[in-house]
């Protein structure tokens, strides 16, 4: 198991999935650190909060991706989070089974052993592609601009109250950041795992890629219709934006780890690869 795991990690970090995911990740993180970051520096050089004290500097929390919902960076880079997380593993079964290399793994090592160590490199190598961009871009507002502790009032963030942890966010934001960074790989590692368990369900491997997207889509559709847009995971999973209630993490990765896991396991402990 052990040796399978280090073999199939190996592949997920080395492949070309994981470079183009995390370029594509770097690419919006270095647009918003253009569009957002910059002039948010330059403003903070001038004398404009002097003249109202009111007003606070732009702080390196609130002003990196996913520190304010309203940035269009990172509004594109959450709803295609999905295929960022697929791309370096997430479609690695179906591409064994195509090109006959499961074969030759069945030969060597059992089969559960190597599901596992597939369903482990895949959540993993999602939750990496999409946390190196995120702390890339932090790291460059953290370069920029103030670790300041934010404002209630006149703040780039959408807090109220109402939000989970809303109390540290305001005296401790670099705990509060770490936490959703967190969230963010474990999300990140459940849509790859979508993708890797519905492998059995399509021989056109975009269509295998693409398939947590428009999960992920469909979903966040159906709760701006609704006007729940605070239960949509695009939303929900910055840590500008906020968690309004404790069950929606709970409730996503309860259902998302398991679910995944037990329909990998049970379709490819039957699959006829032979």
């Known amino acids: 198991m052990k040796q399978i795991f280090k073999t199939e ?4 970090m080395r492949g070309n999935g994981m470079a183009l995911s995390i370029l594509i ?3 919006i993180g ?8 910059i002039p948010a520096y330059r403003a903070n050089l001038t004398n404009f909060y002097n003249e109202f004290p009111i007003l606070s500097p732009h ?9 304010s919902p309203s940035n269009l960076e990172g509004f594109i880079f959450f709803l295609i989070l999905p295929i960022l997380a697929s791309l370096p593993f997430g479609t690695s079964y179906f591409e064994d089974c195509k090109e006959g290399v499961i074969k030759n793994i069945y030969m060597r090592t059992k089969r ?4 596992k160590a597939k369903y482990a490199a895949a959540f993993l190598s999602g939750g990496i592609a999409v946390l190196v961009p995120l702390i890339f871009n932090l790291m460059c507002s953290l370069v920029l601009l103030p670790n300041l502790a934010p404002l209630s009032t006149m703040g780039d963030n ?4 109402l939000m989970l942890f809303y109390k540290i966010f305001f005296t401790h934001p670099m705990i509060y950041t770490t936490f959703f960074l967190v969230v963010q790989f474990l999300m990140s590692g459940i849509w790859a795992c979508v993708c890797l368990s519905v492998s059995f369900l399509s021989d056109y491997k975009i269509v295998v890629l693409i398939f947590p997207f428009f999960v992920q889509l469909i979903l966040h559709v159906i709760c701006t219709i609704t006007n729940h847009i605070d239960y949509s995971s695009v939303y929900w999973v910055q840590p500008g934006h906020g968690i309004v209630a404790w069950w929606i993490p709970v409730v ?3 259902i998302g780890i398991p ?3 037990f329909v990998f396991m049970k379709k490819g402990a039957k699959e006829d690869v032979f």
Do not use: N
Not at 9 to 12: T, Y
Not at 112 to 115: H, N, P, T, V
């Open 25 to 27: 990740g770097i690419l």
């Open 252 to 254: 996503s990765m309860g």
């Open 158 to 161: 959408i807090l109220t109250p």
């Open 259 to 261: 679910v995944t896991f």
């Open 59 to 67: 702080s390196a929390v609130e002003t990196w991706m996913a520190g």
């Open 9 to 12: 990690m190996k592949r997920a």
């Open 30 to 37: 270095t647009a918003h650190v253009i569009q957002e970051i």
């Open 112 to 115: 559960e052993d190597y599901l």
